[in-house]
């Protein structure tokens, strides 16, 4: 059983090779997207569990596809955490204004990139409840 699904939407091939491989090797399903508009559309398919996000992407900007996900009521409660390599004063706070829930600078650290990701996952409503699935017990 997969530990959950997570979008990764990164332009670079080497970052997308490296989060994917420390990801699946503690058990999580990974979907990976190039851009913003291909980000947007796997998330509306898969309904991952969590979103890592680059700034920046080509055709539309992390921090756009951040606003996308968050005005659209079936992904607004997936956890967005931002992989990137801004580090100005400022850019964090940037970064959260624009959706994200967290904050995960590059280059990552693999020894502590999936602890991130488990912190992060916390923060997620159940699959079901964002499907609006009614699950056992009668919760939503």
Do not use: W
Not at 16 to 24: C, G, I, N, P, V
Request: overall charge negative; aromatic content about 4%; hydrophobic content about 40%.
């Amino acid at each position: 059983m997969a530990a959950g699904t997570i979008l990764v939407i990164e332009d670079q091939i080497q970052n997308q090779y490296l989060m994917k491989y420390l990801l699946e090797a503690h058990g999580f399903r990974v979907v990976l997207s190039n851009d913003g508009p291909e980000g947007i559309h796997a998330a509306s398919i898969h309904i991952p569990d969590l979103i890592l996000l680059d700034i920046q992407l080509p055709v539309m900007s992390g921090h756009d596809v951040a606003k996308a996900l968050q005005s659209d009521s079936l992904l607004a409660s997936i956890p967005i955490v931002a992989v990137t390599s801004y580090a100005m004063p400022g850019d964090r706070e940037q970064v959260l204004a624009s959706g994200c829930t967290g904050y995960i600078e590059k280059p990552i650290n693999p020894a502590t990139f999936v602890d991130s990701i488990r912190d992060y996952l916390k923060l997620r409503k159940p699959t079901d409840e964002r499907r609006g699935i009614e699950t056992p017990g009668g919760c939503r």
